[in-house]
């Protein structure tokens, strides 16, 4: 209760509202939640999978093993048919017929496990996918404001001098302070050029064709991912097209396809309208577009917590059956449009 008075009621209702979903979400089986939820479809999403700690990316969420990937992957297949990016666009394209319930799995931010640890993975047990890339960090150019911001958290912990007030900054730096993070590692002595080098965090563009060749698709995530709900439709679509241009030249992919970085949220439907993608994709969950037919929401598959890949899906779609039982598992973007305009 101490909670409920310091925060207020409604999040104290609404946190003890998702435990108890939780509860009865883990006393049936995957089975009944998929289809109370109706999950024909299904998009989970990762990131990183790593059987070590990595310092630019543990303090933002827990790092999948492999042995944990392949159990969720395997869980996965047992109960959707994994299809590829150009099966996806056909469905999509063909007004989204019934089908046999089906999955397309995707990867952000192209981590060099994309390449060292998934792929093998995928190749093994027959998993087609998609990687969404930003040309900024190809080849380790530079590293992304979030994995520097958890580079210096990592170096503060390790040094035991991270103060909690550091941690709250670091965590609220957003795209436009990358050169206060740069100028706070280089303060503490953490060298970023030299973690690019040594650790190369990223895809380099020949992985990035290897992976190609393997017959996996690549996609867009914005040039160096920028929260887009901060930015101008202009930037929107600036950042969205430098980096498909880029792709284009490195790949010549035949599937216009791109995911935000982030979140779509607050995304309005001018900038759907106007960056001409065959196919884009966000990561709220399951739950689909009023408006968009050609974008797809995912699921994150890395919680905060860790949890075996059974009680996350039980939990998703039993959150999923829920919100459509609710009336509100659509997202409405015509809100956005009209409040930004
Ligand atoms: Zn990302």
Same mark, same amino acid.
């Not at 990358?178 to 590692?185: F, N, R, V």
């Not at 020949?206 to 920028?226: N, V």
């Given at each position: 209760m101490y909670y409920a008075q310091r925060q207020g009621l409604g999040p104290w209702i609404k946190n003890n509202m998702k435990k108890g979903l939780d509860q009865l979400a883990q006393a049936f089986s995957l089975s009944f939640w998929q289809e109370k939820a109706k999950v024909a479809a299904f998009f989970p999403f990762y990131h990183a999978v790593e059987a070590e700690p990595q310092p630019h990316i543990s303090p933002l969420y827990p790092l999948i093993s492999p042995q944990q990937f392949e159990a969720e992957l395997k869980l996965i297949l047992a109960h959707f048919e994994p299809i590829d990016l150009g099966e996806l666009l056909a469905w999509v394209e063909a007004g +989204? @017929? &019934? +089908?046999k319930p089906f999955f397309h799995l995707s990867f952000d931010d192209g981590l060099s496990s994309c390449y060292h640890v998934i792929a093998p993975i995928l190749l093994r047990l027959g998993v087609p996918a998609t990687f969404f890339i930003n040309g900024a960090f190809i080849d380790n150019k530079r590293l992304m404001f979030r994995h520097l911001a958890a580079l210096i958290y990592s170096h503060l912990a390790a040094q035991k001098v991270l103060a909690p007030k550091d941690a709250k900054l670091l965590f609220s &730096?957003? !795209? &436009?302070?990358e050169a206060e993070l740069l100028a706070w590692a280089d303060r503490i002595g953490c060298s970023v050029p030299d973690f690019l080098v040594q650790k190369q965090p990223y895809l380099k563009l020949e992985e990035l064709r290897a992976l190609q060749t393997m017959g996996f698709s690549i996609g867009g995530h914005?040039?160096? !991912? @920028?929260?887009? =709900? =901060?930015?101008?439709l202009e930037e929107q679509l600036l950042q969205t097209e430098k980096n498909q241009q880029q792709l284009a030249l490195w790949l010549r992919q035949p599937i216009r396809a791109f995911a935000f970085p982030f979140t779509d949220h607050e995304v309005g439907l001018d900038f759907f309208d106007r960056s001409n993608l065959d196919l884009s994709f966000g990561g709220a969950g399951i739950k689909e577009e009023m408006?968009?037919? +050609?974008h797809i929401q995912r699921f994150p598959m890395e919680e905060m917590r860790i949890r075996s890949g059974e009680q996350k899906l039980k939990s998703a779609f039993a959150y999923g059956s829920l919100l459509r039982s609710l009336g509100k598992s659509k997202i409405d973007r015509r809100k956005t449009a009209r409040r930004l305009s």
């Amino acid at each position: 209760m101490y909670y409920a008075q310091r925060q207020g009621l409604g999040p104290w209702i609404k946190n003890n509202m998702k435990k108890g979903l939780d509860q009865l979400a883990q006393a049936f089986s995957l089975s009944f939640w998929q289809e109370k939820a109706k999950v024909a479809a299904f998009f989970p999403f990762y990131h990183a999978v790593e059987a070590e700690p990595q310092p630019h990316i543990s303090p933002l969420y827990p790092l999948i093993s492999p042995q944990q990937f392949e159990a969720e992957l395997k869980l996965i297949l047992a109960h959707f048919e994994p299809i590829d990016l150009g099966e996806l666009l056909a469905w999509v394209e063909a007004g +989204r @017929p &019934a +089908r046999k319930p089906f999955f397309h799995l995707s990867f952000d931010d192209g981590l060099s496990s994309c390449y060292h640890v998934i792929a093998p993975i995928l190749l093994r047990l027959g998993v087609p996918a998609t990687f969404f890339i930003n040309g900024a960090f190809i080849d380790n150019k530079r590293l992304m404001f979030r994995h520097l911001a958890a580079l210096i958290y990592s170096h503060l912990a390790a040094q035991k001098v991270l103060a909690p007030k550091d941690a709250k900054l670091l965590f609220s &730096a957003g !795209h &436009a302070q990358e050169a206060e993070l740069l100028a706070w590692a280089d303060r503490i002595g953490c060298s970023v050029p030299d973690f690019l080098v040594q650790k190369q965090p990223y895809l380099k563009l020949e992985e990035l064709r290897a992976l190609q060749t393997m017959g996996f698709s690549i996609g867009g995530h914005s040039w160096d !991912h @920028p929260l887009y =709900k =901060k930015l101008s439709l202009e930037e929107q679509l600036l950042q969205t097209e430098k980096n498909q241009q880029q792709l284009a030249l490195w790949l010549r992919q035949p599937i216009r396809a791109f995911a935000f970085p982030f979140t779509d949220h607050e995304v309005g439907l001018d900038f759907f309208d106007r960056s001409n993608l065959d196919l884009s994709f966000g990561g709220a969950g399951i739950k689909e577009e009023m408006q968009l037919g +050609r974008h797809i929401q995912r699921f994150p598959m890395e919680e905060m917590r860790i949890r075996s890949g059974e009680q996350k899906l039980k939990s998703a779609f039993a959150y999923g059956s829920l919100l459509r039982s609710l009336g509100k598992s659509k997202i409405d973007r015509r809100k956005t449009a009209r409040r930004l305009s």
